[in-house]
């Protein structure tokens, strides 16, 4: 049950994404009798470099298990900002490429926040755990929690 509601979620999320884009944008010429809010699915599967059936079971949700390739394609058809990919890899269960995990910002407001958490450990991490420098916060007295759990050399 768990994987159809994924799968429905991101047939759902695929469908809105295509929905918001306009042909103009892509240089296909507005047509009079064109009922397709956005683009069509045969577009978006064509510039994705899928077959229109397969990207068609995608959105309608049908089993099938997209590869990570596959998802930077339709990324970059569907003009996906950072954060939309990483929520697609998610529903698909695919790791984030390294080039979207890297230089991940927190926002001021989570670091004001550790701040007022003093002297509690707290720790700060990305989509499905991932950290990095950029991303792993810790309060100044958190130190010799992350030594501990062996996250910070001491």
């Given at each position: 049950?768990?994987?159809?509601?994924?799968?429905?979620?991101l047939g759902d999320f695929l469908r809105k994404r295509r929905t918001r884009l306009k042909p103009e944008e892509f240089g296909i010429e507005p047509m009079p009798h064109r009922r397709a809010e956005g683009l069509r699915r045969e577009e978006v599967a064509d510039?994705?470099?899928?077959?229109?059936?397969?990207y068609t079971w995608l959105e309608q949700g049908r089993d099938n298990n997209p590869s990570a390739q596959?998802?930077?394609?339709?990324?970059?058809?569907?003009?996906l900002n950072r954060h939309e990919l990483l929520y697609m890899?998610?529903?698909c269960g695919h790791r984030p490429t390294d080039?979207?995990?890297k230089d991940f910002r927190v926002a001021s407001s989570l670091?004001?926040?550790?701040?007022?958490?003093?002297?509690?450990?707290?720790?700060?991490?990305?989509?499905?755990?991932?950290?990095s420098p950029g991303m792993?916060?810790?309060?100044?007295?958190?130190?010799?929690?992350?030594a501990?759990?062996?996250w910070l050399s001491v």
């Open positions: 049950m768990e994987e159809e509601k994924r799968r429905k979620e510039m994705a470099g899928v077959s229109n059936i397969w596959v998802l930077g394609s339709l990324g970059k058809a569907l003009r890899y998610a529903l080039e979207l995990q670091r004001i926040l550790l701040e007022k958490l003093e002297p509690y450990p707290a720790l700060i991490t990305g989509p499905r755990w991932m950290h792993m916060l810790s309060a100044k007295k958190s130190e010799r929690f992350l501990i759990i062996g």
